[in-house]
């Protein structure tokens, strides 16, 4: 009679190990599948924020701004650090328009490398670039179009 009783006993101490196993699992379960809920959920919150560096030449007249200042040129070409320069100067003024950087020495901008310039284009594909571009853009169109880096100094004092 003695045997069954201590194995009764190491029959209910084993379910109530294993009861507890299962309550922890359970727990842990649902404390990571809230805390990736609440993750999750401030991801989708976060605002898309509009970068005032680059920019894809086929959105340049997309911009979600009344005025602002396009600068194109080749990031990989000799005279890129000039308009860099040019660019960090005019950005770091207090009183700016916004200044969106195009790089044409990426795929997607290079339809608009041209030996002839188009300085009034109405639309994206319209433009066309020699070496390098500021553009000042109104209202969606092209207000001043600058190719020479003395006027594109002039243009941003």
């Known amino acids: 009679m003695k ?3 201590t194995d009764v006993s190491e ?3 084993l379910l109530i190990i294993i009861a507890i196993i299962i309550l922890v699992v359970i727990g842990l379960y649902y404390f990571t599948e809230s805390s990736l809920n609440k993750k999750k959920a401030k991801e989708e919150n976060k605002v898309p924020e509009i970068s005032y560096k680059e920019t894809i030449l086929g ?5 979600p701004l009344k005025e602002y200042y396009i600068i194109a040129y080749n990031k990989d070409a000799d005279k890129a650090s000039n308009y860099e320069k040019l660019y960090n100067t005019y950005s770091n003024k207090e009183v700016a328009l916004p200044i969106y950087v195009v790089d044409l020495s990426l795929k997607f901008n290079s339809f608009s490398i041209s030996e002839i310039t188009n300085k009034k284009p109405n639309n994206a594909s319209e433009v066309a670039i020699k070496e390098a571009a500021l553009i000042l853009i109104k209202d969606g169109k092209v207000s001043k179009y600058f190719e020479s880096i003395e006027e594109m100094e002039m243009a941003l004092k």
């Open 11 to 13: 029959i209910k101490t």
């Open 59 to 63: 959105n340049i007249f997309n911009l």
């Open 3 to 5: 045997r069954n009783n």
